[in-house]
Structures are given as structure tokens and as C-alpha cells.
Nanobody
Framework: QVQLVESGGGSVRPGGSLRLSCAAS????????MGWYRQAPGQQRNLVAV???????NYATSVRGRFTISADSAKNTVYLQMNYLEPEDTAVYYC?????????WGQGTQVTVSS
């Protein structure tokens, strides 16, 4: 059974920073990509950032230049460094892993940006 465990969410003031982590465990084939999605109340889940097995990255336009995704392949872990956070970044952040055409999700971690 594959499990994705997220950590690092919380509350922060505008302009602040947070770092999310997501560790994958269990039995699975090689990881093709890992990424972060977010879902605000009443909205659909949208891609925030993704990193592939070749270390290519892609970001949503709204976070480019503020967020950085990275991965430690030895630990099957992906990170999201979030700087200059804005109230519009408030959402539940979900970790995603793609492996052998299968998609796995974490349970989500809340990020709240408020003064």
C-alpha cells in the first residue's frame, strides 16, 4: 500500500514563508513525477508545482518566482518552499505522486495566510 505523508502546513502572515514536505512509502515502481496541488473552499483542485524524475519543474503562474519545488529521490520525498505568501495562497495543499501511470494522493495539509 502506497502512502504519502505531508507535513509543514500552518498559519502565517502575508509575506511569510512555509516549507511543505511529502514522503512516499510503500511498494511502488519508480516515481515518474511528484507535485503539489491546492484546493481552496468552493474551488477545484489546481496544480501548484510539479517535478519530474528528470528534475524538470513546472509552476502555476500565480506562484512562479515565489515557490520552489525540490525532491530527494533517495528519500522519496518532495518539498515545496513557499515564500512571500499571500492570502490568496490559503488552501489545502495536496501531495501527488505519479508512478507507472498510477496517481497517488496525500491527505492534505492546511495553509492559511492571514494578517
Amino acid at each position: 500500500q502506497v502512502q504519502l505523508v505531508e507535513s509543514g502546513g500552518g498559519s502565517v502572515r502575508p509575506g511569510g514563508s512555509l516549507r511543505l514536505s511529502c514522503a512516499a512509502s510503500g511498494i511502488f515502481n519508480s516515481i515518474n513525477a511528484m507535485g503539489w496541488y491546492r484546493q481552496a473552499p468552493g474551488q477545484q483542485r489546481n496544480l501548484v508545482a510539479v517535478i519530474t524524475e528528470g528534475d524538470s519543474t513546472n509552476y502555476a503562474t500565480s506562484v512562479r518566482g515565489r515557490f520552489t519545488i525540490s525532491a530527494d529521490s533517495a528519500k522519496n520525498t518532495v518539498y515545496l518552499q513557499m515564500n512571500y505568501l499571500e492570502p490568496e495562497d490559503t488552501a489545502v495543499y495536496y501531495c501527488n505522486m505519479m508512478s507507472a501511470l498510477r496517481s497517488y494522493w496525500g491527505q492534505g495539509t492546511q495553509v492559511t495566510v492571514s494578517s
